[in-house]
């Protein structure tokens, strides 16, 4: 049985969605997507056939199927499979193409639906983790974007044109964006619209001057300000909720990996120390 469904809706009707699922003798029936469905077997291996050839997707490979590829599916083995699967509609992925371009792209096919490389892996399983762990709108949107890029290229050979320079007053405009607004769910539409520039040429200015992703810059002043309320003896639970974190979780992770110390680890030193 599915061990979890999330729905979003992206830029009005482009539907962005994620299935986590474990599967032991559940056999789907012929079907299709109305978008681009990209999974990542965790383990195990699925069996299924599409585009009239019989293909297995084991650990570590992602499948790939373009809109409307009819397609079944069946455990490999008695041991089953668990795997994380993203739809992404047909609007978005021309969007990320078109904005990563500079110009209007067309939709790709995909020719093989069995893709054995752990880049796109890696890509694939991120952004599920990021749409269903409350990832914050800016990070889910560029991992959305890498891991188009990243599947496209790998199966179609596409290239962006080869971008301008970076530019540093648009960088400087998206941090005084995030900056105001760190608290809240920006994305990268909206540091899109205030610089007059498109979602990637945002991103790579932004990482050409700062040295990091949009989301990751964001992150970061949450953090701060996590710590500030932390020094002052706020609960855990409110610091996490009051800084853009999903949970006390989410935030203990976080906090750790920038500073070496758990939440509750640096309130206890701040005590000791006066």
Do not use: K
């Amino acid at each position: 049985m599915p061990r979890d469904w999330s729905r979003y809706w992206h830029s009005g009707d482009r539907p962005l969605e994620a299935m986590h699922a474990h599967f032991e003798r559940h056999v789907y029936h012929r079907h299709s997507h109305e978008s681009y469905s990209f999974g990542v077997t965790e383990s195990g291996a699925q069996s299924f056939t599409c585009r009239g050839g019989a293909h297995t997707s084991a650990s570590g490979m992602v499948m790939a199927f373009n809109p409307d590829d009819p397609h079944d599916g069946h455990a490999a083995d008695g041991l089953g499979f668990t795997y994380r699967m993203v739809h992404i509609g047909p609007g978005l992925v021309r969007d990320v193409l078109s904005d990563r371009g500079g110009r209007p792209a067309g939709l790709p096919l995909f020719a093989e639906p069995v893709i054995d490389d752990p880049a796109a892996a890696r890509h694939v399983d991120a952004l599920h983790r990021a749409l269903v762990g409350g990832a914050p709108a800016l990070r889910r949107d560029e991992l959305l974007a890498a891991t188009v890029a990243c599947l496209t290229r790998r199966a179609t050979g596409w290239r962006p044109e080869r971008p301008t320079a970076a530019e540093p007053t648009v960088a400087a405009l998206a941090r005084d964006v995030i900056h105001d607004t760190y608290l809240e769910d920006v994305t990268a539409d909206d540091l899109a619209a205030a610089t007059g520039r498109t979602r990637y040429a945002v991103y790579r200015a932004f990482r050409s001057a700062y040295g990091m992703a949009p989301s990751d810059y964001q992150r970061q002043l949450r953090l701060r300000a996590a710590r500030r309320l932390i020094a002052a003896g706020e609960p855990l639970s409110d610091v996490a909720a009051r800084t853009g974190f999903a949970d006390q979780a989410h935030l203990t992770r976080w906090f750790t990996r920038y500073y070496g110390i758990t939440p509750g680890g640096y309130r206890l030193a701040r005590l000791r120390t006066g």
